[in-house]
């Protein structure tokens, strides 16, 4: 790297952003906004942690970090276990420390801790993970729970089913059942052979990762329309299997770490043109904007305006969209 450079204008130089992705970003932000987003995708996101309140309390968490040295503060009054620690920390001491070997703290960018935020489990409720691994949401739910009721955390790849154990062990969970399937053969399979019904369930859906720019740059480079259109029908089909598995009245959150339409509120579109469901207001403590009913000349169901669009600009996070559905029937979930 070159010293008289910048650590933002050496990654601007060498992960550029493709003039496709400049154009989509322009259509959704307009060209100044655009602006901000690109340069604030180049810097770090700060440190963030979520207290494992399974071991330790959000007070005695902050005392022992702050005893460190440690800058401490607590952005959400509502959540007092989300923390931001301050810079200052040297290379690997926020994940080598003591506090997050014991299961303390879990290192958790906060925009990853929204979708379990939204769903809101419940001690006592029975609980879906589709796509689990590595751990933090399920470890979330789990605290949330208070280890009572049930979490099937499913999860495809036999590596990261490791660290989703270790992550599990490590935080002390126990109420978690951990399942290796892929996501639409795991629902298929449940739904023929199981009579259970979830009350909640979380499909986090992998995806081309356009919100993570700051923590992986190299997604610039990656980037590519095809590769949207390839993961959103990977990411429709998890969708549909996973409402029908949803019992009525039941609550499904709908995430991703992208920005891109046919990533998001077309798939929400999708499941409110082919089921009984509506898409239910979120209320969180960050600057949100409405979901997007209009892309590329093909208007969406008026319903998606209710989903939320996390900008990196606007809170100083990663980029993230969450919608909250709610299943009104079983129509159009036969089997």
Not at 51 to 65: A, G, H, V
Not at 73 to 96: A, D, I, R, T
Not at 212 to 222: C, D, G, I, N, V
Request: aromatic residues 6%.
């Amino acid at each position: 790297m070159d010293k008289k450079k910048s650590y933002p204008e050496y990654l601007k130089e060498k992960f550029p952003p493709k003039e496709g992705f400049v154009e989509r970003m322009e259509a959704l932000l307009g060209k100044e906004e655009a602006k901000e987003f690109f340069e604030i995708s180049y810097t770090p996101t700060p440190n963030s942690i979520r207290c494992n309140t399974l071991k330790i309390s959000p007070d005695e968490l902050k005392e022992r970090l702050e005893e460190k040295g440690w800058k401490i503060k607590q952005p959400f009054e509502e959540f007092p276990e989300v923390m931001v620690v301050g810079p200052g920390l040297k290379p690997g001491e926020l994940g080598n420390s003591r506090e997050h070997l014991m299961g303390q703290f879990y290192v958790q960018e906060i925009s990853s801790m929204l979708p379990m935020l939204a769903l809101g489990p419940k001690a006592g409720e029975i609980i879906l993970d589709l796509c689990a691994s590595p751990g933090s949401k399920t470890t979330q739910a789990a605290a949330m729970m208070e280890n009572q009721g049930t979490i099937i955390a499913n999860e495809v790849n036999l590596g990261r089913i490791g660290i989703l154990n270790s992550n599990l062990e490590r935080c002390g969970v126990m109420n978690t059942i951990v399942t290796r399937k892929e996501g639409v053969a795991f629902c298929e399979r449940m739904l023929k052979k199981s009579k259970v019904r979830f009350d909640k369930i979380l499909v986090d859906a992998p995806c081309s990762g356009e919100g993570t720019l700051r923590k992986s740059p190299k997604t610039f480079l990656m980037w590519n329309p095809h590769m949207i259109k390839k993961i959103a029908r990977t990411q429709r089909k998890l969708a549909e299997s996973a409402i029908k598995l949803l019992r009525i009245g039941g609550e499904m959150i709908y995430s991703t770490c992208t920005l891109a339409p046919e990533e998001d509120e077309m798939i929400v579109d999708h499941l409110i043109k082919n089921f009984d469901v509506e898409v239910e207001q979120i209320k969180l403590p960050l600057k949100f904007r409405c979901g997007v009913c209009e892309w590329e000349g093909k208007s969406l169901d008026k319903g998606v305006e209710k989903c939320l669009r996390l900008y990196p600009q606007d809170n100083d996070t990663d980029g993230f969209f969450v919608a909250k559905i709610v299943k009104k029937s079983n129509k159009g979930c036969e089997i």
